[in-house]
């Protein structure tokens, strides 16, 4: 099955390193050891920040509509949601601001959106800084 890879798109990760990059976005890390493991994390910020597949995270997007196994991947996906739910109710007790990222808002006609998610990270942290 083609979308079924991995877990985790290394392509996407890097496109939102590019745009950190791009927008003169520091202080972020990658593997910090924090509950949940998110792809990035600003500590300063204590911001985390996950890029999830949207086959493997159950995004209701064209991505994610599997032919064959039907029921299999529903449960196996069901448990992914349940969890990234629990990781992000934990992080936010803890303090946390959690951001989600679609592999999707990546493509060209959802670009708009996701600057904007941030741009918000982006004014937080000069307005702090
Ligand atoms: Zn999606």
């Given at each position: ?91 936010e007790?803890?303090g ?34």
């Amino acid at each position: 099955m083609r979308a079924v890879k991995s877990s985790k798109n290394k392509s996407t990760e890097e496109k939102l390193i590019a745009y950190f990059k791009e927008n003169k976005i520091t202080g972020w890390r990658r593997n910090y050891k924090v509950y949940g493991k998110p792809d990035f994390v600003l500590p300063d910020l204590r911001i985390a920040i996950f890029v999830d597949g949207c086959f493997w995270h159950g995004h209701n997007c064209r991505n994610t509509h599997p032919e064959q196994n039907k029921e299999y991947w529903q449960r196996k996906i069901g448990r992914n949601m349940a969890r990234d739910k629990e990781v992000t109710d934990h992080l936010e007790r803890l303090g946390w601001n959690v951001i989600r990222i679609w592999e999707c808002e990546f493509l060209k006609k959802n670009r708009g959106l996701l600057e904007k998610r941030l741009k918000a990270l982006y004014s937080k942290q000069r307005t702090d800084g």
